[in-house]
């Protein structure tokens, strides 16, 4: 059983994240706190841990690393670095290994060295990103949509919801395609082909009739391209029937697929969006029309942020906005209920997912892949923390395997999808999984029990500041766990006759 420590992103809710993280530099005994910290904010303790000296080096300092911090006083990262020796040391059952040959995977045959790729956006839309991205460890890229009309980008165009250390929970944008032309883009690719002959390059391509696709897709190919996906989903490009127009018309997406694919060789995904009730058709229509995979999920349609005192919402440019592209870690379990769609989906078995939405930690990734994508694209999350991520994800997902005993990434695909209905009609309802309060961390500050009194079912008072559970009106319905502030609420793990 794969067991992941755990310090809540809470216990370093202040941590900034820094680039060339001042900690770093103050600590006498090379620790690297900074790193180990996103390590921790991106779920890779078990990476973090690996590498701390056997003598605890911490014990007789006087926090140095505290004092260059960015935010004095408010992260403990002398605290943290011990939790890891103490709390996450002691559950580690491997060791973290340089060697990543079991990350090895491939789409549509062509190989990759690991499954991450930077999806179609901002992050790959030049050479020198890309160029920073491989040399950091990504895979491939999905370069930014490369079409033969003109660009002329909005200011601002981005609008986000923060959470704790303003870290981003929701990302709007307003963002359309490449602005370089395509005579730059293909030198772009001539160059990355050249460099890092190796990295998988896939041009996204959007074009306006069948001799557009067909033709751009030829150019791509003949630049150094290794795939062709269709930008069948951009929400910001609603005229003339581009963008997501076309992805909500199962005749256009097999016409369209069928025209790129006549120009090339070279695998055809088709990018697919989820501004529709079901991606079934648009996927079917697509592998009709010759596609060999799907990519999912583009961003979904959004409004974000009403100005009370102007009426303009988010980003404003001047006294308008438009609905835009939502993303970042929010629309996770949208992308996931799409990407088991699609791998359930037996008319399209055999073609490849490339998973998308939401994807920040490696955790995140490895959810898609066990719903059934074979490779995953990131784009919010290195606009928030950087290329650096790619450690992280590599690192985690490389723990993973080795603990549940898989010798291939390939070996996960799928796993979880026998585990999903796409109703709830079909699940036990017979037994109760009741809450265990930990009285040990229990703070007494009563959110159980106001939550369970107007949002549940009445079944916890309290005493002496602490909770107590009625287990006659208890339901299980575990909202007691998700609003407690201090994690002091599990569940029991034991299903009991109601």
């Given amino acids: 059983m794969f067991l992941q420590p755990n310090i809540k992103r809470r216990d370093m809710i202040n941590c900034a994240l820094c680039d060339n993280a001042p900690c770093d530099e103050a600590c006498p005994y090379k620790l690297n706190p900074g790193e180990k910290l996103r390590e921790i904010w991106l779920g890779g303790e078990h990476h973090a841990v690996s590498f701390l000296p056997e003598t605890d080096a911490c014990a007789a300092c006087d926090a140095l690393c505290e004092k260059a911090c960015v935010r004095p006083g408010l992260v403990p990262i002398k605290g943290l670095i011990t939790r890891l020796r103490n709390e996450v040391k002691p559950v580690i059952t491997k060791e973290q290994l340089a060697d990543e040959s079991i990350l090895q995977t491939d789409i549509c045959g062509i190989p990759l060295e690991n499954p991450f790729l930077l999806s179609s956006s901002v992050v790959g839309s030049n050479y020198d990103m890309c160029a920073r991205a491989f040399e950091a460890g990504w895979a491939g890229v999905s370069f930014k949509t490369i079409c033969n009309f003109d660009i002329h980008e909005a200011s601002p165009r981005y609008s986000a919801i923060t959470g704790g250390s303003s870290s981003i929970i929701g990302f709007k944008n307003i963002e359309q395609l490449s602005d370089h032309s395509v005579v730059e883009n293909m030198k772009i690719f001539k160059e990355l082909k050249r460099d890092y002959p190796n990295k998988f390059l896939m041009a996204s391509i959007m074009g306006r009739d069948d001799e557009e696709w067909e033709s751009l897709a030829r150019l791509c190919e003949e630049n150094g391209a290794d795939a062709i996906e269709l930008n069948f989903s951009c929400p910001n490009m609603m005229e003339g029937g581009l963008g997501s127009d076309i992805g909500q018309n199962p005749v256009f997406v097999e016409r369209f697929t069928r025209a790129a694919c006549r120009g090339v060789t070279i695998p055809v995904l088709a990018k697919l969006t989820p501004n529709v009730a079901s991606m079934n058709e648009a996927a079917e229509a697509a592998k009709r029309g010759g596609a060999k995979g799907i990519s999912a999920i583009n961003t979904v349609k959004s409004i974000m942020r009403i100005n009370l005192d102007t009426y303009v919402s988010s980003p404003a440019v001047g006294n308008d906005s438009a609905v835009g592209g939502y993303s970042g870690n929010a629309i996770k379990p949208i992308a996931l209920r799409y990407i088991t769609e699609l791998g359930k989906n037996p008319n399209i078995s055999g073609l490849h997912i490339s998973g998308m939405g939401g994807i920040e930690t490696w955790q995140d990734a490895t959810e898609f892949m066990l719903l ?64 265990k309060f930990l009285r040990n961390k229990c703070i007494g500050c009563g959110r159980c029990r106001i939550s369970c009194a107007d949002g549940g079912h009445q079944a916890i008072t309290m005493k002496e500041r602490k909770p107590i559970l009625d287990p006659k009106r208890c339901i299980g319905c575990h909202l007691c766990l998700l609003v407690c502030p201090a994690g002091a609420i599990e569940s029991s793990g034991k299903r009991v006759k109601k």
């Fill in 372 to 435: 059934g994508a074979g490779s995953v694209q990131v784009t919010t999350a290195v606009m928030q923390y950087g290329y650096r991520i790619i450690k992280d994800l590599k690192a985690g997902l490389n723990y993973y395997l080795r603990v549940i005993g898989d010798n291939s990434v390939k070996d996960i695909v799928g796993l979880a999808l026998e585990h999903v209905s796409n109703t709830t009609d079909s699940l036990e309802r017979d037994t109760v999984v009741y809450p």
